[in-house]
Every structure is written in C-alpha cells, then in structure tokens.
C-alpha cells in the first residue's frame, strides 16, 4: 500500500496534472497500449508529478535531466523500481511526441547526418534552391522521398557557401574545384560507400543546375570519382543457414509467428527491409497470388507470391494485432501497436540470427541469397533483375561471378590454346 501511494499516487497534484494527464490518456488510447498498462503509465506520470510538486519544479523546467533525477530516485534497491523503469518510456516517448520535453528528438526519427554534429543553419536563399531542386528530383527523376531528404543533408552547406548575400546564391562562383573541394571535405573520415553518395548527390545537384540554367557548363566530368566498392561477392546463405534462420523464430509465439513470415518473405522475394516494411495488408492479391511492392523511388513492383510466403503470411495474420493503428503487414507485437520500420524488420533478421549461433546477420544477405537462388536454379540474369527490381542490368551483373558452374564452362583449361 506504501509502494502504491508513493509511486502511483491516488489523486494527481503537481504541474502535470489536469490538461497533460489528459492528453497523456488519449495519447495512451491512440497508441493501443494494453489496458493493463495505461493505470501503471498514469499512475507513474501521477508519481512524477507530485516529485515535481515537492521539488518546486514547474512543466517550463521539465527537462531529460529532470526525469533522470526522478528515475534515479527509485535506485535497484528501492521498491518501486521495476515499475518506474518500465513505465517511464512511454511516458518520455509521450512528453517529447507532444513537445513538453524539448531538445531531444526520438532516434526513430532522427535523419542520420554525415558527420557528428548538428546541421547548421542556411540562408533563406539557399533553402529556396534546395527545395527547388527536390522538385526537380521528385518530378523529373522519380527519386524517393528519403533519397532527396539524405542528399539534401549533404549539399546544404555547399549551396549555402554560394550565396554572397541572404537573397540570391551566385551559382558563378561554382566550379570543378569548389566541387571538389566540398567532396573532399564531407567525405573524410567516411566508408567508400558513403563518399559514392555524396558524389552522387553533387552530380545531381550540378545536371538540376544545368537543367535550369543555373550554370552554363556541365561540369560533372571533372567532379571526382570515388574507388570502386563492388570487389567482392554477394554473401548468400546456404540452405541450411536459412533453416537455422527459421527454426530461430518460435512457433508457438506471436514475435515468433511474425518474424517466420518475415524471413521466409525476404529470403524468398529478395525485398529489400525498407519494403517489407512497407507492406500493407491491401499489398496482397489473394485471388491473383500476388504481392504489390513498393520499390526505390515512386515504382511499384508486382511480384508472385509463392505457396510457402503465402502460408506463412495466413500464419501471421491469424495472429497478428487486431488493434494496430494502421493496415501495415508487419507490426510491433507488443504496445504501441504500430508498422514495423526498416530497422525494425533489420532487427529481425539479426535478433534471430544471432539466436540461431550464426551471429549478426543482415537483411540484405537473404536479399542476396533470393537472386543467388535464381541463378542457381537455372535463371538468369533478366529474371534475377526483374525480381529484384533493379532498374539497371549492371546492378544485377555481380551476380553472374557467383554462378560457377556457368562460368567453368567459359574458362580455358591451362595449357590449352582458345578456338
């Protein structure tokens, strides 16, 4: 009965009582949180509000610092613990949602940015172009949403460094070496494969430039080339790496269920995380056998679905959430009750990978081990890129140099003149 009074007081007092209690429940109700939780969450919220009553600390001042504070206040040892530390991310989830807690943003919807550090501002001038030239992108080329918002992240400073006064960008002052310059600049300290993106995105840049008139000559011949990264061979798993996978997730759970069907629809259609978890429950054609998928940029793929991807999908549905918050294929199994993203359905494969003994395994490897299996069985090349979705044949070729025996049958035995 102390415990209960303590940390979940009767009566609400303090600066988060009335309206924010208020929001805080509708919140609770519109993220499907569990019917058993939504007490314990308000009781909590009730507990810090009356901390921050004796404390003399107003909502103004509510800050991380203040929740740790309140945290640190039920140690491992004082009863009440378990409660506090379980029931207290929501509420933060809840606070910053809603923009009583400033300075932090959740890390599910943070942008990553090339470099430690926050992006700095921009003038009015530049923001302008830079919105111009996601246009551009979005109408012209087709580019995905996330595609234009990374690139942009890397070319703002560039712009910005083009802009003399606050209301015009002098794009004059732009030449090979300026380019250059700023490749050179964001690209230290990065992967190749990183610094191939900022590359690409400063020849975008430069054709959308050129396009508009902007600059008067192409200079994207002179703009610099990173090394090739595509030296070695796609990494498939082997048949029974992928029984390994699936034997990881537990029939008899629901994370188990789920997990299954995302595994078999990876390692079998070749999707990409960003895709799966995409998915929607209007993406199948039941009656046709076909599943809708949303590629890069605005493409919408139609692929079979096979008989072994469909019965794990009935399997996961017959369990899936009935309270989700959308109509996404994959979600959370426990509150709230939203789609899975990208990392998510990532987390996934390497959870179950990990629990398998086969350590850290990446989403992508089922991706490849989809095309391998293509080639593999008699497939080839146009079949593999047509399940994949590339645009572009070269993105494909890789694979051909995992198909050994085709290629024994191109090579000239040593010691033996060619016909």
């Known amino acids: 009965m102390v415990l209960m009074k303590t940390v979940m007081p009767a009566t609400a007092r303090g600066p988060l009582a009335g309206a924010v209690m208020e929001q805080l429940s509708a919140w609770l109700a519109t993220e499907r949180y569990a019917r058993s939780m939504v007490p314990q969450i308000l009781g909590v919220t009730r507990g810090l509000s009356a901390w921050m009553d004796d404390h003399d600390i107003a909502l103004q001042a509510l800050t991380v610092a203040v929740l740790e504070s309140f945290e640190a206040t039920y140690g491992r040892t004082v009863p009440g613990h378990t409660?506090?530390?379980?029931?207290?991310?929501?509420?933060?989830?809840?606070?910053?949602?809603?923009?009583?807690?400033?300075?932090?943003?959740?890390?599910?919807?943070?942008?990553?940015?090339?470099?430690?550090?926050?992006?700095?501002?921009?003038?009015?001038?530049?923001?302008?172009?830079?919105?111009?030239?996601?246009?551009?992108?979005?109408?012209?080329?087709?580019?995905?949403?996330?595609?234009?918002?990374?690139?942009?992240?890397?070319?703002?400073?560039?712009?910005?460094?083009?802009?003399?006064?606050?209301?015009?960008?002098?794009?004059?002052?732009?030449?090979?070496?300026?380019?250059?310059?700023?490749?050179?600049?964001?690209?230290?300290?990065?992967?190749?494969?990183?610094?191939?993106?900022?590359?690409?995105?400063?020849?975008?840049?430069?054709?959308?430039?050129?396009?508009?008139?902007?600059?008067?000559?192409?200079?994207?011949?002179?703009?610099?080339?990173?090394?090739?990264?595509?030296?070695?061979?796609?990494?498939?798993?082997?048949?029974?790496?992928?029984?390994?996978?699936?034997?990881?997730?537990?029939?008899?759970?629901?994370?188990?269920?789920?997990?299954?069907?995302?595994?078999t629809l990876l390692w079998r259609l070749g999707l990409r995380a960003g895709e799966t978890a995409h998915l929607c429950l209007d993406d199948i054609d039941w009656s046709a056998g076909r599943l809708s998928v949303v590629g890069k940029g605005p493409r919408r793929l139609t692929l079979p679905l096979p008989v072994d991807v469909g019965r794990a999908l009935v399997t996961w549905l017959a369990v899936r959430p009935t309270n989700a918050c959308d109509r996404?294929?994959?979600?959370?199994?426990?509150?709230?009750?939203?789609?899975?993203?990208?990392?998510?359905?990532s987390d996934i494969v390497k959870h179950r990978g990990e629990a398998a003994g086969m350590g850290a395994v990446h989403a992508h490897r089922l991706r490849h081990t989809a095309a391998m299996n293509v080639i593999a069985g008699g497939g080839n090349l146009i079949e593999a890129q047509e399940l994949l979705g590339?645009?572009?044949?070269?993105?494909?070729?890789?694979?051909?140099?995992?198909?050994?025996?085709?290629l024994r049958t191109l090579t000239v035995p040593f010691g033996q003149v060619p016909r």
């Open 83 to 263: 409660l506090v530390a379980t029931r207290m991310p929501p509420l933060r989830r809840f606070l910053t949602e809603t923009g009583y807690l400033p300075g932090i943003e959740l890390a599910r919807r943070q942008v990553r940015r090339p470099v430690n550090k926050p992006a700095p501002p921009i003038s009015t001038a530049a923001d302008r172009e830079l919105d111009q030239w996601a246009r551009w992108q979005r109408e012209v080329g087709g580019i995905g949403a996330g595609c234009i918002r990374h690139r942009r992240i890397w070319m703002a400073e560039l712009v910005d460094s083009l802009c003399p006064t606050d209301d015009r960008i002098d794009w004059s002052t732009c030449d090979v070496a300026t380019l250059n310059t700023s490749i050179v600049a964001r690209s230290a300290g990065l992967s190749s494969a990183s610094c191939t993106l900022i590359v690409d995105a400063t020849r975008s840049l430069m054709r959308w430039a050129l396009a508009t008139g902007r600059v008067t000559h192409d200079l994207t011949g002179g703009i610099l080339r990173t090394r090739a990264t595509r030296v070695t061979l796609p990494r498939a798993l082997s048949p029974t790496q992928v029984e390994a996978l699936l034997a990881a997730c537990h029939p008899k759970s629901v994370a188990g269920v789920r997990d299954r069907a995302v595994i």
């Open 328 to 345: 996404a294929l994959f979600v959370r199994v426990r509150p709230p009750i939203r789609a899975l993203s990208s990392a998510g359905i």
């Open 390 to 406: 590339h645009r572009s044949a070269a993105s494909t070729q890789t694979y051909a140099r995992t198909d050994l025996t085709s």
